[in-house]
């Protein structure tokens, strides 16, 4: 016979005891107070036999002392276990609604006191916001009752538990039990008490709850109210002072809807919130309120009857010391950073935040797709044999978790969908959990992305459709039905608004293309926009045996069964540096569009914003020659209305002969934000000016002779036709480089390569790259010839076990006084893949004076990629060698600057080299990446701290690179974006510093 404990993690109900009915979040003035701090704590590997801990008397002395709210595996430098990562999997056996008897279980306990003035509250309340994943609470002795699912919140009556004065809390929690099978949520599993816990006095003629839903239509506010109370608490009374609205309930019959007048409407790029009281004799509630209407008309989705584009990001809450622990300084920071990068909406992945994140949505603008607290990912294992959300065993705990959803964050105004979960099939219990919210909430739809037949949803959502499917779903313009739909249940979807509720996979160096789904968003008004996978990565901060820091993701906890860097696939890194491909997004979704018309010499300014004008920004426009300013000003655009354009003309521009001219246009905030200060660029645009000046010829040579031995020419030496020395320093090279180091996105195996013919189902390109020896090329010279002034080198490069190759000619000569070098690269026929890269590599040893920084004329200034260009913006940039990669928690191929024109590297603020760029035949400039390690180095590293010390820095520039793509979970390298073998041609004049 099972035990009774092992019965009690195995129950689907998901509460047992005097839980309370969920309700708001509420800012009330009745007397509460937190239990946060130090807790004694004791963990066991199982589920203790008893629970004589909860005694009062019971002597916890030799117990350890832990804070609330946090996670246990993240205190006492892994006494208490260790954090687990799975995406998908299960970390324990898949037998619902079982878990293994080895099931860690925290036992909590603390004294509080509680005021003598309490002792007339009509009732107690102990308030638990997060426990992961089940628990049972005792008072004084007294059990309670018990509670699960871990992101919602569970109030318990403790009336006639407490007393005044002194008195013991004990709580013991279960790291496994049959909700973790809801709560495969793509993250670290982090048991314990992690959210707040309060004891909170409820007065006698006390307000339960309230809900204010405040429409707008026509400039006008309405407010429909909804108050719990009995009707001992009336009169109640609603003041809004800043309307001059206060209306009074003399008994629950008299709360009806009412209008205020004008309002200011809320939205998220001007989010106008009222501060509202609702009041009785005994107790005060304060609530912000932002007047707004959702609503979906035909396949659109409108707030205040205007369409919204939600330019988004998927959001966990983590952080690398605290995990899911809150912080509210951190967690303002954190979206007042979306807001500064273009993002206006949050999807809640995939679980309630802390309630708090919501108050600050509310008050910084945000659309927010707010997420359920369930996820049954791990059951595609087994074909989804045994999903609950089917099993009506189930359907209490699914409903449970969906009315505490809504029910704690219905009154905010950033909420404009709710969302029934995250992968986990579908089934009646989901159609359940919609068919309430549709009866409790009128105002706002349903999405579930699984419910891919739009059986119960009002919503189309889709994860990683391709930019081509995407165009198909917007435009309409295939009748074919729909993934797995049936031709009367794709009719019914393409009735409504679409929306990609995870899109371009940021993991590693990446996404690309995000352009290209933004253009769709206004070409077809179906198409609302998305969600990007993710905000941020998830790594935990850890040391080494050595105590060399670093980010820690799956396995590096010696986890059984574990998803690897998976869990690291934000646009924001884990201690809180943007990412390139955040300032990627930043410039592809910025609100203002900037369109030079050259022969009116006029800019077109078309607002691309849901309901602000351009009267909070200003625009400035500059002129640079080579990089360098050399004129600027203010353009005096008038307002354009939201999805309004106008023209305004350009100031005359100054053309350089000897240099390039670029002018560039900048929309920057006109005023201090909550969120940014004025200044801050919101949108930006560059028109090319320059004079075309045509590139210099290649000069023929027919008098070459065979050579060996040493030769000088202008800085370069050589020996034997090999590179030795540059301007005075040691050097190798230039040698074919082929291969960088994977990207997350290259090591994908994905089946997702319909739009490429690039790309092999199921295999990886990193695989591919590795079989046709790119990784490990070998070089045969096969002659080496000379002039007066020139030398000339003939190479065939190759693999071991491979039968293609590549000619690589190289010719150093004397041009102009100035040194030239020049690469004919040509790959043989056979070649079965796309190559990562054309370029050539230097070494470029220490020595007395390392390289340590360059500076450079080109696209900047961070690192960009084919299909990741939108953000790099012509100009003359600097950066340290260290700052010119980024350090993605598996190291891989960072820090390619593109299409650069100049470079120079310098030691100790000296310059040590000039490169120039000749553009080739058809006008492409090569690109560079400088850093201390080589691509094979880099890619045999997991972590940052295994790369090896190094006593070299190494220049490539790039002929081409290989796209980004977004295979690590999405569509491959779009085909225009995809480098195939061929002949490329790399020129550079070189001089001394």
């Not at 007294?142 to 002194?166: K, M, N, Q, W």
């Not at 004008?262 to 509630?285: F, K």
């Not at 905030?669 to 930006?684: E, K, N, Q, Y």
Request: net charge negative; with cysteine.
């Amino acid at each position: 016979m099972p035990s009774q404990n092992s019965a009690y993690v195995s129950d689907t109900a998901p509460g047992r005891g005097a839980l309370r009915a969920a309700r708001s979040w509420l800012h009330s003035d009745a007397p509460s107070r937190s239990l946060d701090g130090h807790w004694r704590f004791r963990l066991s590997p199982t589920v203790p036999a008893a629970a004589d801990f909860a005694a009062e008397g019971f002597d916890d002395g030799d117990w350890d002392s832990i804070p609330v709210p946090s996670h246990w595996v993240l205190q006492g430098d892994g006494a208490y276990g260790r954090p687990i990562y799975t995406n998908v999997q299960y970390p324990f056996p898949i037998d619902p609604p079982h878990v293994p008897d080895e099931n860690p279980t925290g036992d909590y306990r603390r004294h509080f006191d509680m005021p003598a003035d309490w002792s007339g509250a009509e009732r107690v309340v102990l308030r638990f916001d997060g426990v992961e994943s089940l628990f049972r609470l005792w008072v004084n002795g007294e059990e309670i009752g018990g509670a699960s699912g871990s992101r919602l919140a569970h109030e318990f009556d403790v009336t006639s538990a407490v007393r005044p004065g002194d008195n013991v809390v004990a709580v013991r929690v279960h790291q496994w039990s049959a909700a973790s099978y809801l709560e495969d949520q793509d993250q670290w599993w982090l048991p314990g008490i992690f959210r707040d816990v309060t004891l909170i006095a409820r007065p006698a003629g006390g307000i339960e709850d309230v809900w204010l839903r405040a429409g707008y239509e026509d400039g006008q506010g309405r407010i429909e109210a909804e108050i719990t109370a009995d009707a001992a608490a009336f009169p109640v009374t609603l003041r809004v002072p800043e309307l001059g609205v206060e209306r009074v309930w003399a008994a629950p019959d008299d709360v009806v809807p009412f209008d205020v007048g004008a309002v200011d409407p809320w939205s998220a790029e001007r989010p106008r919130l009222y501060d509202v009281t609702v009041s009785s004799a005994a107790e005060s509630i304060a609530l912000r309120v932002g007047f707004r209407t959702v609503e979906i008309r035909g396949d659109r989705f409108l707030v205040n009857g205007r369409r919204v584009v939600f330019h988004g990001m998927n959001r966990h809450e983590t952080h690398p010391e605290r995990g899911r622990v809150f912080d509210e300084e951190h967690a303002r920071e954190d979206l007042a950073r979306m807001k500064r990068f273009n993002v206006n909406a949050i999807r809640t992945s995939h679980y309630p935040p802390h309630p708090r994140l919501l108050d600050l949505a509310d008050e910084l603008g945000f659309w927010v797709v707010l997420e359920c607290d369930l996820e049954t990912h791990g059951f595609d294992k087994v074909g989804w044999t045994g999903n609950p959300s089917d099993d009506p065993a189930w359907r209490e705990a699914y409903l449970d978790r969906m009315r505490r959803t809504l029910e704690r964050d219905k009154n905010h105004p950033s909420v404009v969908m709710w969302s029934l979960g995250n992968e986990a099939g579908t089934g009646g219990n989901l159609a359940a959990m919609a068919a309430w919210v549709h009866a409790r909430d009128t105002g706002r739809p349903v999405h579930y992305e699984g419910d891919h037949t739009g059986e119960y949803t009002d919503v189309y959502s889709r994860m990683y459709a391709s930019v081509p499917e995407t165009e198909r779903i917007g435009s309409d313009g295939s009748r074919s039905p729909l993934m797995n739909c049936t031709p009367a249940q794709s009719a019914r979807q393409r009735t409504k608004p679409f929306l990609l509720c995870e899109y371009a996979h940021a993991m590693g160096n990446g996404p690309g293309a995000l352009d290209q789904y933004e253009a769709l968003v206004h070409e077809y008004p179906r198409l609302h926009g998305g969600f990007v996978w993710e905000w941020r990565d998830h790594g935990i901060l850890t040391t080494t045996p050595d105590g060399t820091p670093y980010y820690a993701y799956g396995g590096d906890f010696g986890e059984t069964v574990h998803d690897g860097n998976f869990v690291m696939d934000g646009m924001l890194l884990s201690d809180d540096v943007p990412t390139p491909s955040l300032h990627e997004y930043k410039a592809v979704a910025q609100p203002v569009r900037l369109t030079f018309d050259s022969g009116a010499g006029e800019v077109a300014v078309t607002s691309l914003r849901h309901s602000a004008d351009t009267s909070d920004l200003r625009f400035r426009w500059r002129v640079e020659h080579d990089g360098r300013l050399v004129d600027s000003g203010d353009l005096e655009v008038p307002v354009v209305a939201a999805g309004e354009s106008g023209r305004v003309p350009l100031p005359p521009v100054a053309v350089a002969h000897d240099a390039e001219t670029w002018l560039t246009v900048d929309a920057v905030l006109a005023a201090d934000t909550a969120w940014a200060s004025a200044g801050h660029v919101i949108a930006t645009a560059q028109q090319d000016r320059s004079a075309r000046r045509p590139s210099p010829g290649v000069r023929s040579r027919t008098d070459w002779r065979d050579t060996d031995g040493t030769l000088t020419l202008g800085i370069a030496e050589f020996v034997e036709g090999s590179l030795v020395r540059l301007a005075g320093r040691p050097v190798t090279g230039p040698r074919l480089e082929l291969f960088r180091a994977p990207t997350d996105n290259d090591e994908s195996a994905s089946e997702e390569v319909e739009e490429s013919d690039a790309a092999v189902a199921g295999v990886s390109q990193a695989t591919l790259w590795r079989e046709d020896g790119l990784d490990r090329l070998t070089v045969r010279r096969m002659s080496v010839e000379r002039t007066a002034d020139a030398l000339r080198t003939l190479s065939k490069v190759s693999a071991a076990n491979s039968g293609s190759w590549v000619t690589v000619e190289t010719v150093w000569s004397i041009e102009g006084g100035e040194l030239e070098l020049r690469v004919e690269i040509e790959p043989s026929r056979g070649w079965r893949t796309v190559w990562p890269r054309i370029g050539i590599r230097f070494d470029l040893p220490d020595g007395t004076a390392p390289v340590d920084a360059a500076e450079w004329f080109g696209l900047g200034p961070l690192e960009s990629y084919p299909d990741s260009l939108r953000a790099a913006r012509t100009g003359r940039f600097s950066s340290t060698l260290r700052d010119l990669s980024v350090d993605y928690a598996r190291p891989q191929e960072t820090g390619h600057r593109s299409q650069v024109r100049q470079l120079t590297l310098t030691s100790a603020g000296a310059e040590v080299l000039r490169l120039s760029a000749v553009p080739d035949t058809r006008g492409r400039r090569p690109g560079f990446t400088l850093g201390r390690h080589t691509p094979q180095q880099i890619a045999r590293a997991a972590h940052p701290f295994e790369l090896p010390d190094s006593t070299t820095s190494h220049l490539i520039v790039d002929a081409a690179q290989h796209g980004l793509g977004s295979r690590a979970c999405g569509p491959d390298v779009w085909p225009e974006f995809a480098l195939r073998p061929e002949s490329r041609t790399i020129r550079l004049r070189l001089s001394a510093g």
